[in-house]
């Protein structure tokens, strides 16, 4: 199965510029913990909410700190012609839980996530890389493809 077989494709898209507060009530509306980072039509970076919490609020950032100063802007993505399985695996290996899907134009055309390769035939695989994305140690890593 191909990333464009499962991929959510209404992806909501955070801003450089945009205030942490506005980033999480995004995040709050669509139900997300993650949301793509937009610039000059292409993508910058993910900001998550652990980024918010973590380089943001335990750094003592208010909610009018702006997205770049906690998201991510290397970051692990996977292109819609790719096949699930290796998206999976990938994931599992650089213990993350979403992942941005590009066109090979480079544009963003969606996002995948744990939850939308459970689907179908890979309940097992998904715990597998759900088991790797938990795993206890090591840095988080969300480096460029």
Do not use: W
Not at 88 to 94: A, D, H, I, S
Request: charged share 30%; glycine share 10%; net charge negative.
């Amino acid at each position: 199965m191909k990333i464009s077989d499962c991929m959510t494709r209404d992806v909501q898209l955070a801003r450089p510029d945009m205030s942490l507060h506005e980033a999480a009530k995004m995040m709050s509306d669509c139900g997300t913990g993650a949301l793509p980072v937009e610039e000059n039509d292409r993508l910058a970076g993910m900001v998550t909410d652990r980024d918010m919490a973590i380089r943001g609020l335990a750094k003592g950032l208010g909610p009018d700190a702006k997205v770049r100063e906690v998201m991510s802007g290397e970051i692990r993505y996977c292109f819609e012609d790719d096949d699930a399985d290796d998206a999976l695996q990938m994931m599992g290996e650089q213990q993350i839980r979403r992942m941005p899907v590009l066109s090979r134009e480079k544009r963003l055309v969606g996002i995948i996530s744990l939850g939308d390769l459970s689907k179908g035939e890979r309940p097992q695989r998904t715990g597998e890389a759900l088991s790797g994305i938990s795993r206890e140690g090591g840095q988080h890593s969300q480096t460029a493809h």
